[in-house]
């Protein structure tokens, strides 16, 4: 019975080499960030081209950091990190909160997709390209009559000997104004079951047919944008996997979209940002964080952030030992976004009547910012519905929807 | 006892609803959220047409002496369409201060006037952006041999651009809660206004600067010091205005939202047809139906100098504000994508929602109003 | 544009024959209840025949005072009372919370539904006998494999001549061990479509082949039962509507069950309750009234229950001049049910530890059981889920659930 | 950074479930529901035969050894089947507790006895039924010079006539909190119980009636006045043991309400077809991993004696018997009728958590503690 103290126990420590990593990450941050950034200054231009040299140079020194492929093998050029590591990385990036990265479809996405599923061709052509910057891809999944539901996509690759020729229409295309490279599903075969005739492809996104228009969103900023394709070509070269077989492609990167992050650390961050808000915050003769009301609603957000960062680390360990990740990890981006909307929503709320002031340099401006961000957060990827779908069929294992 | 709308009510609101229908309905919003400075006349000319400025007017200053339930109903048309306009100001909370408050000249300057669609008024109520009435109230008015002299800032006007004259909170006695307020009547040319960015882009907001503004003995507006009283009863109905138009906002989303569940299909069926979507929706109609019967009892407690009155305001604007919220929140979910861009009209209702939501006191301010009144 | 002012605009006072019923109603209950009752010693024999007698003796007392048919027509004995004397009434007895009515399902069910669509005989043999007690109904609907889904439905009926003979199960049948009679549905055609060749037939409960057994609730109580139909006969004159087509005569007796009543009334009674408890009960040094946690609570529940009842207000007045509920009466079941156990669970929560008891005279024991029994209240009659369905089709106009 | 369980971890847990079930599974809880008074000490005597009473009691008692996270991983599998008997209350308070404070005498006299099966304890703590601890000590001990004299009665005290040995909790000083605080270890024998009824049928409370009973300076547990610090950490380890509990049982809900939604039919249909059915045990299965990370984290912190357990402890406290209150009534609901019967499980669970989300400490209070914490 005593064969159980021959395995360590659970233990929430990280090792010297863990903390060191952790501390290697932090004064490179310090060193590198744009001056005035740690300190609250984060301008980023707001004019298109100026904001995309900014955005490639930052991503070109976070490669030249060796922080730009983290996760990726050392063989790619990657850190090669571990699973703790990453979760150190991802922690520490939240706290810190750098500007975004501009190649995050690729590194995050595209990169282990091709890693895993492309050509030796593929590899060496697209692969050491990411990490640096030097090509920006974006990937085009819904469609305006299939968003959600991906089966139903219609943008048309026609079959010219070496080359498709595509028609249609992407949305919801993150990085599309920037993007050089496209990792486009498009249909090959009309004639089989939904699923079938799917095709995965990497599509030139400076060419002539290819053309683009920003989706103005609710926070009165685009990230998004539609994607037109007009006779736009691509090589059957740039086929990944098979042909008709994107659909398990997708779903493969989908799994690496699902397990990759979570929100936790930025809810961390963001309650962190409240809690001095309201100690600091007189309201009706005291500061607000003698509220009752007040106290109530940090001590209950607090429980469910924790919760959500600790079944993360439950989920990240289990995967550690096993190779696999748990069912826990399923639940972080419903889990973590509706605590995410819950938790900006009440910021919002408690700067009373001057939360109806949105300028991004007043006091509540970025909350407000973050409150309707927030919606995009939870619907992106996957509305809170089909999470739970997926976790009620693929996790629990009840049936699936009835179909006609 | 009969608390449903008379069939005259009825087809008010479907007149309203017609009329602002065929003036471009939502796009009515949109045209001032992008910076269309004229909609805000033109619109006013139009409803002026229809006589319904003069709705709460008394029939001795050839207004229409219509009851905030009446004015209620109204605004619900207004707020199905976000439709801009200082309507809850001047109608709901300056008409009937000053036909309280006001002396005969008084009455005569303003009230034919804004029947007549040729007046229009706004309150300048904040001075503290972070606190929440009557605490707000903090500005001095210093009385002088020659009258008043107002000097501050008020940093959340609505409308003060639009408007004629405002009604002006300050403290002239330094006693807690609504005593010591004086009100006074103040022209917006004898004041400095300054646009402030805002979330709810139909309702336009404005820093007013009283740069030792002198005012005469008639710029004061009901007694010296004792304006508290009806300030307090005109903040209540402002609230009722504000919970009126949310709701005829959500009755709309829950429209929008059905219309969506039918016609959009996902994996080969309308997304109505999925319980998730369905019972959000089902959801987003009671709450809308339960916020309606309270406001509609405010305004009637407040019509009929109810001693309920107080708690019915209280408790319709917590529910309304933080139930609509909800609800515009809700209809973005049930549109998915299409429903977090800014083309779609939800996060019109949206923000509209969240700005009322702490405007006037949060929904914690306004159910401690509740429990004082219960306990 | 003046002719608004011939009508009455939205009126909250009763009128003066309103407040004079009230008062009628009042003066009676006072009069007649049990001596001690209205104190709070609401003692109801525990033992089974008993306890029936006590029933069947205030049955009859209620006939006798006339209070047992209020929306009843007064040429079937009832008092034709209007809907906003039926609302009072209704508001007083919540108010009153006297013994409940044995009859009830003969009342507020199958009364009506006889005086609607019954043959003058049913009408002269059973309706005379409802009022006053002499019979007692149940009715005969769900069955194991056919709850929410009547369509389902198994129990059979063979046609022998005059009479049929009826072999089936009935399940969660109210008042089974105090009835006479039964409302039952029977299936008389299995060929068609399900909700086709369903028969409603009135079954002497006093027959050998029909027994019963009670199923035991969370609240170790039972007043539900199963009720067994084994070669059971009832009369074919006794067939409701036409024969196969008791699913439309179910659908009108399930609209009087859903335009019946409110439990808004009910609320605010165990509302006061709370108001009070929380005013002489002290925790930590001051009274629960002055908790702010409680105060909010209590300030969110009054808001609800005010919008639940005031929604039901306008539903019946609406009613009054159109002779239609409106469709704000199909939120009252959900919408009331929900605050019913929202309260009854926050009352539970606020006897602390004491909580844990549940003797019928321990303070928090009646409470406990409320809460146990809102359950119940939410299931019984359609489920939240099936009441959000309904909403969401018949009124909203949503399509139906996906069918196979 | 390791927080998944090890195998070991894992095996035992199944080792348990199998065992349990074996033994009767939930029919164990039905059978003291029932009145059964014989269930507590079979199963007591079939869980000491498989040295599982010996967890927490240390190596040099022949004890296991096993650290908070360990006990809270068996008390999961014990939840899962609400199986009856003093579990939390002598491996989860008692033992920690004598372990930390008891003189060699006294850990001679109880840990080895506890671990061979020998020996249960519990806990009597609350004089006032309407206050949380630690205001619910109340009740004065005298000192005496042949030693000590209690007087008084303790309401709620679990088990107390399944256990050897109480250890309760008296003021000896006027202190506030948890100060003034003196422990003592009293034989059951030597005090009058009277059954209490109880909401959760598997958890017997009794009235305890200390009646002069004079006790030998042998009798108390830690520093005279100075027990307070160490009851604290004893009521925090009894919250983690029950929210471990309460988990266990959560996990089992949402298998049951699985198994109906995949076997019961309606509308042609399996139940768990509907996405209310579905997205509502979705949201079980999430609070019940939710409320499981942060009991491992809090016992893990107990453990460790991170500064931050007390902040877990209530953390994990409120989030999890609030949780799981609506677990086990979103359970009910899944099953429709069936779920409000006596025969269904879901309600043995209902009221277990409902008593545990108030018996030592409410979800707000412990808020309270959170926010104090984080403040």
């Known amino acids: 019975m005593l064969d159980r103290f021959t395995e360590r126990t659970m233990d929430l420590e990280y090792t010297q080499e863990q903390e060191e990593f952790r501390q290697e990450l932090r004064s490179w941050y310090e060193e590198n960030l744009p001056d005035g950034w740690l300190e609250g200054e984060r301008d980023i231009p707001e004019d298109g081209e100026e904001r995309e040299e900014f955005l490639r140079d930052w991503q070109s020194k976070l490669h030249e950091g060796g922080w730009a492929g983290v996760h990726w093998p050392k063989e790619y050029g990657g850190r090669g990190a571990t699973l703790v590591e990453q979760l150190i990385y991802n922690e520490e990036t939240a706290r810190i909160d750098p500007p975004p990265s501009i190649s995050v479809i690729g590194t995050d996405f595209v990169g282990p997709t091709l890693i895993a599923a492309g050509t030796e061709e593929q590899k060496e052509r697209f692969v050491p390209n990411i990490l640096d910057g030097e090509e920006v891809w974006c990937q085009g999944y819904s469609e305006p009559e299939a968003g959600s539901d991906l089966a139903s996509l219609q943008c048309e690759a026609i079959d010219e000997g070496d080359t498709y020729r595509i028609n249609g229409q992407k949305i919801w295309t993150s990085y599309a104004h920037y993007a050089d490279w496209c990792f486009l599903l498009v249909r090959t075969d009309k004639s089989g079951p939904k699923h079938h005739g799917i095709t995965a492809v990497l599509v030139d996104m400076n060419q002539d047919g290819v053309s683009h228009e920003p989706i103005d969103q609710i926070v009165d900023d685009s990230t998004f944008n539609h994607v037109y394709f007009d006779d736009a070509v691509a090589k059957k070269e740039h086929v990944v996997g098979d042909v008709d077989d994107g659909w398990r492609v997708a779903m493969k990167l989908s799994a690496f979209e699902r397990s990759a992050l979570t929100q936790a650390f930025a809810l961390e961050k963001s309650f962190d940002e409240l809690v001095e808000y309201c100690k600091n915050t007189e309201r009706g003769g005291k500061p607000l964080s003698e509220h009752t009301t007040v106290r109530q609603k940090l001590a209950e957000l607090d429980s469910r952030i924790q919760a959500g960062k600790l079944t993360y680390y439950r989920n990240v360990s289990k995967q550690m030992k096993t190779g696999e990740p748990g069912p826990e990890g399923s639940m972080d981006k419903v889990f973590t976004g509706e605590i995410k909307q819950d938790l900006e929503r009440f910021k919002t709320k408690l700067l009373g009547p001057e939360a109806a002031v949105w300028d991004e340099d007043a006091p509540g401006g970025r909350w407000q910012t973050s409150y309707l961000q927030s919606f995009g957060t939870q619907i992106a990827g996957g509305t809170p519905d089909i999470q739970r779908n997926i976790i009620a069929e693929r996790v629990l294992g009840l049936p699936k929807d009835a179909k006609e | ?375």
């Open chain 2, 1 to 375: 006892m009969d608390f449903s709308l008379t069939e005259e009510q009825e087809r008010m609101k479907e007149t309203v609803r017609g009329f602002l229908e065929d003036e471009g309905g939502v796009e009515l919003a949109r045209r001032k959220m992008d910076g269309d400075e004229t909609v805000v006349d033109e619109l006013w000319d139009s409803v002026a047409g229809m006589d319904y400025t003069a709705l709460t007017v008394p029939f001795e200053y050839d207004g229409l002496g219509d009851d905030m339930v009446y004015l209620a109903l109204f605004l619900e048309e207004v707020g199905r369409f976000a439709a801009p306009g200082p309507f809850a100001e001047t109608l709901g909370f300056a008409v009937p201060l000053i036909n309280e408050l006001g002396t005969e000249e008084q009455k005569d300057a303003y009230l034919s006037s804004v029947a007549d669609g040729d007046t229009r008024l706004s309150v300048a109520l904040h001075d503290e952006a972070n606190e929440t009435p009557p605490e707000t109230v903090t500005m001095d008015a210093e009385v002088t041999e020659d009258g008043y002299v107002l000097d501050g800032t008020k940093p959340l006007v609505p409308y003060a651009d639009n408007v004629d004259t405002l009604v002006v909170a300050t403290r002239t006695r330094d006693e807690g809660g609504y005593g010591g307020v004086s009100l006074f009547l103040v022209d917006t040319a004898e004041v400095e206004t300054t646009p402030v960015e805002t979330l709810d882009g139909t309702r336009p907001l404005y820093e007013v600067e009283f740069d030792d503004l002198t005012l005469d003995e008639d710029a004061l507006l009901g007694p010296l010091h004792g304006g508290g009283d009806a300030l307090r009863r005109g903040v209540d109905r402002l609230n009722v205005c504000a919970s009126a138009a949310l709701i005829g906002g959500a009755d709309e989303a829950v429209d929008r939202s059905t219309k969506h569940g039918n016609e959009r299909e996902q994996y080969g069926h309308p997304v109505g047809r999925f319980q998730a979507v369905k019972h959000r929706t089902a959801d987003m109609w009671m709450n809308m139906q339960g916020g309606r019967s309270l406001v509609y009892y405010a305004a009637w407690a407040l019509e009929n100098d109810d001693p309920d009155a107080p708690r019915a305001v209280a408790s319709a604007s917590a529910f309304v504000t933080e139930e609509c919220t909800t609800i515009f929140g809700d209809d973005i979910f049930n549109h998915g994508g299409m429903g977090f861009t800014w083309d779609h009209d939800a996060h019109i209702f949206l923000k509209q929602a969240r700005t009322w939501e702490t405007f006037l006191g949060s929904p914690e301010e306004h159910r401690e109003r509740v429990a004082e009144a219960r306990l």
